[in-house]
């Protein structure tokens, strides 16, 4: 009895793990421009958080415009490069 | 049943070293030669499905474990020394992890588990979980070794089978106990899992924050379960102890609370770097300390390096705890040093009136409260290598330290959130700060006008601070709702309420943040009412009655009793409060025929206010009466509350945002306007 359920165990196992696949997932290197489009979704968010914070009345206007010119050049900046990126792979 | 364990065990390890090994050599393929055919991608499948198959074999070796306990098979050696004929049904089941071998076990298929869902849930970035999996397959490989070599579970008594176990530690035979170390263990096992993320990310030089993300959840799901077994124990040692306290400052408590201070910071840390790229090479170190610590924490409770209340699980096994330390250190070093430029930060601190200063401030102080505690912990060991005798640290010396500590730290949890990031300006620390600050003074105010006299010792004075504080940062963390539920308000034209309720799934993270804070306001305050804590020690035969506080205790009756498992003595006492009956408690001394080890049963009457705690002695061997310690212990009960209080706001922070539930499409262009904070404000924003 316990023979059989120590075969069962490895037959079954032996067979899930090296049931041959008809495709393997791909294991894929992430890109700079897939890298940037997340940076950009980040700063967007940081931007959106600071508008949430400025309007419940938790920073003085110049405080917040200095943080927002900040955080808006640092997106300008990721934009920029995605853009480029972007031409670059429509060239191609 | 035994050798059905054994096998499963056995292929445990031989699934778990095919999944290192097959792991390692398609990622190394595909890293040398990216563009080659899919033979790695197919290896590197094989090798996950192996580590899916682990947790199956090591699920096989749990549940043999358990069979064997309640079938009472004595001739599993494991079994005949942790269970016994009478043992109730639920502490059967707990023999699983009530000794050495059996808690390994369960390390290894908690392990196994996380790996599991792991691996099941490797789409999210395929790449990245086949690092995270064959990393994490080199611990189970360690963890199914001891199961293999040093303390193997199901190893066979040698000579005749006795008729019946010796029984369960009576220290462990309590309701918590089926919970208490599962849930440790949960979140001890469950660093690993960031730990191998970040570890892999490393490795790899994953570009960008991402693995952050995909491990944000399990790393909170892993801090929720430490800090319930941390508090599980306490509540534990508070009710089964029988000394009036719940944190006595043992070196297996300690071990618990380290990893749990250093996932504390990780958890806020992290922020910084999701959000500004800041502190890579911080956070890396941090989850690696954070498992490390999770590991040295097995080696003092297994090792017996230091005496403690956990000495039940002493063992020989700590040399290989030592060797898998350091090589857990060799590789953790090895990889950063290699690796150390791809952790460059991307922005710097701009000013020391900023979140991030106080992100870094609350880093900095959790870390040198861990580092005193692992001094504390491990001066014992130091002392004896040293001066050759062994020199124990008492609770004096942590709660000197530990104390104020924990005051700063909860004034960083009130004035973190109303900081900005980048900097603050006095102007905006003025506008944030005006209330938090003044129920503050008012608290403290109002507690010394009501008769707290915070220059008479120090502990006074701490209680006072912690209650000031409490106050400044409700008010701090209510105005912040508030403030945020205004908005909304304003923009919706519903009534506060739902706004509140809006406001929080619209960044659940956020807001579940600050009920987990509130949690520690509650803790905190239940912590300072120790300062009042009062005890009173007398022999009470029939009628004899003594009054503590507002109570007055009289002896009903003092018998004894008497089970399969344990013969008992208990006292009845009628309790009156001003005056008027209140309840009857029945404080008890247990004596368990399996193990010959007695243990006290405490009677506690909790609530808001106190606690009345009553336990039962002995009796005096002269006069043959029973000796009663009663304990007033104040505001106990809000340690407890607060922490459902922080489990409810980390489950809500597990929560998706509610446009992120909804599917809303994320912004293709920077909002332009301040205006457009509102409906988007289910960001990350922290």
Redesign the interface.
């Known amino acids: 009895m ?1 023979f059989a ?2 075969a069962v ?2 037959i ?2 032996f067979i ?3 049931y041959p ?1 008809r495709k ?7 890109t ?1 421009l ?2 940037l489009r ?2 950009k ?20 206007e ?3 415009a200095a ?1 927002r010119a ?1 955080l ?1 050049n640092e ?1 300008a900046q990721i934009v920029a490069e995605i853009d480029f990126l972007e031409g670059d792979v429509h060239a191609a | 049943m035994a050798a059905f364990g054994s096998f499963a065990i056995l292929l445990g390890l031989v699934l778990c070293a095919y999944n290192l090994l097959a792991g390692t050599v398609a990622l190394r393929q595909i890293a040398v030669h990216p563009d080659s055919t899919a033979m790695p991608e197919r290896l590197a499948e094989t090798a996950r499905r192996a580590g899916i198959g682990s947790f199956v074999a090591l699920t096989c070796a749990a549940f043999a474990l358990v069979y064997c306990s309640f079938t009472n098979n004595f001739s599993v050696s494991y079994i005949l020394h942790h269970s016994n004929r009478a043992l109730p049904l639920p502490y059967k089941f707990a023999a699983l992890w009530s000794g050495q071998e059996g808690s390994l076990l369960l390390w290894a298929w908690l392990l196994a588990g996380y790996g599991f869902v792991l691996r099941l849930r490797h789409k999210v970035d395929v790449k990245l979980t086949a690092y995270a999996s064959t990393i994490l397959a080199g611990i189970q490989i360690f963890f199914t070794l001891l199961l293999v070599f040093a303390a193997p579970p199901f190893a066979l008594v040698q000579g005749a089978v006795p008729a019946d176990g010796f029984g369960l530690n009576p220290l462990l035979q309590y309701p918590e106990m089926v919970i208490h170390p599962p849930m440790l263990y949960l979140g001890y096992v469950g660093f690993s899992v960031p730990f191998a993320f970040a570890l892999g990310a490393l490795m790899m030089r994953y570009p960008g924050e991402k693995w952050i993300h995909i491990t944000r959840r399990w790393t909170m799901v892993t801090w929720l379960f430490l800090t319930f077994g941390i508090f599980l124990g306490a509540h534990w040692a508070y009710s089964v102890l029988g000394w009036g306290g719940y944190w006595g400052w043992d070196p297996v408590e300690n071990a618990s609370l380290m990893p749990w201070l250093t996932g504390t910071a990780f958890l806020h840390s992290v922020m910084m770097q999701e959000k500004r790229g800041m502190m890579k090479a911080w956070n890396v170190w941090l989850i690696f300390v954070t498992f490390m610590l999770t590991i040295l924490g097995t080696l003092l409770t297994r090792s017996g390096l230091v005496s403690s209340v956990h000495a039940f699980a002493e063992s020989s096994i700590g040399s290989w705890f030592w060797t898998f330390e350091v090589i857990t250190l060799s590789v953790c070093l090895f990889t950063y040093l290699r690796n150390r430029d791809h952790l460059r930060t991307e922005h710097q601190i701009e000013s020391l009136v900023s979140r991030e200063s106080s992100f870094l401030f609350n880093n900095l102080v959790l870390l040198a409260a861990c580092f005193t505690i692992l001094w504390g912990t491990l001066f014992p060991i130091i002392s004896e290598y040293v001066q050759g005798n062994k020199v124990t640290v008492g609770p004096p010396f942590y709660n000197r330290v530990a104390v104020p500590i924990g005051i700063f730290l909860l004034f960083l949890t009130g004035i973190g959130p109303v900081l900005a990031w980048r900097s603050t300006s006095f102007k905006s620390v003025r506008k944030n700060f005006i209330l938090p600050t003044a129920a503050g003074v008012l608290t403290a105010v109002v507690l010394m006008a009501a008769g707290m006299r915070p220059w008479t010792d120090v502990g006074t004075l701490y209680s006072l601070m912690a209650f000031s504080l409490a106050a400044l940062v409700t008010t701090a963390i209510a105005s912040e709702f508030w403030r945020g539920a205004r908005v909304i308000q304003r923009h919706t034209g519903k009534n506060l309420l739902f706004s509140v309720v809006q406001l929080t799934r619209r960044n659940t993270r956020r807001y579940g943040g600050y009920l987990v804070h509130i949690g520690v306001v509650i803790v905190f305050i239940g912590l300072a009412g120790s300062a009042f804590n009062r005890s009173k020690e007398r022999e009470m035969g029939f009628h004899d009655s003594m009054s503590i506080g507002p109570y007055r205790l009289v002896c009903q009756s003092y018998t004894q009793d008497s089970n399969a498992n344990y013969d008992s003595e208990y006292e009845l006492l009628n309790v009156y409060q001003n005056g008027k009956f209140l309840l009857r408690m029945s404080p008890e001394r247990r004596f368990y025929h399996a193990s010959q080890q007695t243990e006290t049963m405490v009677a506690d009457h909790s609530t808001l206010q106190r606690d009345l705690y009553v336990v039962y002695e002995g009796k005096n061997p002269d006069t043959d009466q029973p000796i009663i310690k009663v304990f007033i212990n104040p505001l106990v009960a809000w340690i407890w509350i607060g922490v459902i209080v922080m489990a409810l706001g980390t489950l809500l922070a597990l929560v998706p945002n509610m446009s992120a539930a909804q599917g809303t499409a994320p912004s293709r262009r920077p909002p332009v306007r301040a205006e457009e904070g509102i409906p988007q404000a289910a960001g990350v924003g922290d």
Do not use: S, W
């Open positions: 316990i359920a120590c165990l490895l079954g196992i899930y793990v090296f696949q393997a997932e791909e294991q894929t290197q992430k700079r897939e890298f997340e940076r979704d980040v700063v967007y968010e940081n931007l959106r958080d600071l508008n949430f914070e400025y309007r419940a009345g938790k920073y003085p110049e405080d917040y943080q900040a808006e997106a």
